[in-house]
RNA sequence: GCGUCGGUGGCAGAGUGGUCAAUUGCAUUUGACUGUAAAUCAAACGGCUUCGGCCUACGUAGGUUCGAAUCCUACCCGGCGCACCA
C-alpha cells in the first residue's frame, strides 16, 4: 500500500467515524487535508466555566488528536465573552488582567487533562485564544479601584501613577492582555465594535436565523426567544473569522451535532468577511452511563478522563446493553467493521453483552491510564464483583476502639447523615466483609475490618 | 407603566387555615433477581433523637391567628396580556 493510500484510507475514518455531519460543500477541505494538512487550522470551542474533561469531549478531542498527527493545528476558542453574556447574574465584570491569570490557571488544568490526548505542547499544533480578545471594547475594562499604572514608551520615556481607570490606563491595560499580540504575534488589533456588528448583522436574515430548530421549536411552543440567544450563532461566527483573521485561516470547526447550525452560520460569516468559509464537522453525541441522556457533568451521567481507572472501568460496566455499539465506534480505536459485528453480535446473542463491556472497559481504561493499570482494573473488578472477594485499594480509615461506627463513616463521608446511615442499617446495606456480618445497630461501635456500604462503597477500618 | 397569573423539597408538579416533613411522577439510595446491564418487584428518600418526640423548611421580610405552604401587607423575581417609547 502506498504512503497515499494509508493517508486517505485515514481521513476517511476520520471524516466518517462517530461524525454526526460533515459539511465540505466544494470539497475544500478534504483536498487541502489531503494535500498540505501542516496549514489546516482547526477551531474548537470550549466553555471556560467546565474544566472537568469526560468520555463524551474525549470524543472530539480524540479526533483532533488524530488531525494532530497528520499535521493540523488545534485552536481553542474559550468563549469568556460570551460565556459573560448567558451568564444570568449578569454582574461579572470585566477585569483583564484578573481574567487573564484566572483563564490560565483555568486553561493550564484544562490543557494538563487535554494533555493526555492532545499535543498542547508543540506551537505549530496546538494554540488556544479567548473571544474577549476581540470583542471587548476599551471601555469594558474596569480596572480594581485606585490600581495605578506605568508607562514606558519606546524612547525609555517613564510616565508613573496612570489611573487604571483613565481612558490611559485603560488603554494600557487593554494593550497589554491581548493575546492576538502576545500571543499570535499579530501587529494590528482586531477588534469587533458595534459597527463591525452590525454590519455583519446586515448580512443575516430573521429566517435564516429561526431555521435552526431549537429556535422553531421555542417559537411553536410560544415560547421566549430572546434576542441575545438569536445573536449568539451570529457571535460564535464571528469568531471563526477572527481565528481565520489571526491565524491565517480557519479551515474547519469542531463540535457536537447540537452546534451544527451555529458552526454553520460561521460559513455565512466568513464568506461576506471574503474569508475562506470553514468546513463543519459535527460529532455525534455520547450518551451517558444512563444510556438516555448525553453525557454531561450535571446530570451526573459521565466517566471523567481522570477518572481512576478502578472507577473508570466500574463506570463503563455499568452503562446499558443498547450503549456498548456507540461506546465502541466513539471511545476506542476498534475498526468500524468490528464495531457492527460486536453490534450484530450483542443483539443476536453470539456475543455476551458482559464480555463485550469488558473488552470495552479494558480498552477505553488503556487508553487514557495504560494496558497494565487496565489490566489490573480488571482484576479487580473482577475479583470485587464476580467473586465478591474484598477489592484492593479500599480506602483506609483509622479509628478509635470506642468510637461509634456512625461517626466515623460520617466524619469520612461515607455516609451523609446519622439518618442516612440508620436508614442503610435498616436496609441490611452495610456489611463486614470479613465476618459477613450485617451491621444491625444504630449503636454498634467500628470493629477492625473491611466494610461494604451498599454495592459499591467500601471502606477498610483500622483500630488505632 | 397598567392588568393578570404565578414563585413549594435535585427537577416537574399537587396542596389554598390544623390530620403537612408536605399527594404524585422523574431522578437518587437500598434490598431481591442478575451480567455491579436493562426491565421488573419491594422499601427508603430534610436533620437530630434516650424512638416519646424535637428542630429546620413551601421566593424575602413582617403581620393576623391557639395554629399558616395555605389569610393580610410590603418587597424581590418570573410568565402572559395591554399600553408606551428617546
Known sequence: MSKTTTNKDKI???????????????GIFRKKLETSPEKIVIKFGVDPTRPDIHLGHAVVFRKLRQLQDIGCKVVFLIGDYTGQIGDPTGKSKVRPELEQTEIENNM???TDQVGKILNTKNKNLFSWIRNSDWFTAITDIIAPVGQKLEWVSPSKIKISNINANSSFGKLLIFEKTRMQ????????????????????????THSRLIERDMFKNRIKNGEELYLHEMMYPVLQGIDSFAISHIYGSCDIEVGGTDQTFNMLMGRDIMKMNKKEPQAVLAFKLLEGTDGKEKMSKSLDNYIGITDEPIDMYGKIMSIPDSSIGNYFELCTFTTLKEVENIRKGVINGSIHPKEAKMDLAKQVVSIYHGE???????????????????PENVLEI?????DLLVDVLLKNKIVESKTDFRR????GAITNMETEIK??????????????????????????
Open 12 to 26: 476517511n475514518e476520520i471524516l466518517t467515524r462517530g461524525v454526526g455531519e460533515f459539511i465540505d460543500p466544494e
Open 108 to 110: 493550564k488544568t484544562f
Open 181 to 204: 499580540i502576545n500571543e499570535a504575534k499579530k501587529k494590528e488589533l482586531l477588534v469587533i465594535t458595534l459597527r463591525s456588528f452590525l454590519w455583519s448583522l446586515k448580512h443575516i
Open 372 to 390: 497494565k493499570e487496565a489490566k489490573q482494573a480488571q482484576d479487580n473488578w473482577e475479583k470485587t464483583f464476580s467473586k465478591k472477594e474484598i
Open 398 to 402: 483509622k479509628a478509635n476502639k470506642e
Open 424 to 427: 442503610l442499617i435498616d436496609n
Open 439 to 464: 451491621v444491625a445497630s444504630h449503636t454498634d461501635r467500628v470493629v477492625s475490618g473491611t466494610y461494604r456500604i451498599g454495592k459499591k462503597r467500601f471502606c477498610k477500618i483500622n483500630i488505632k
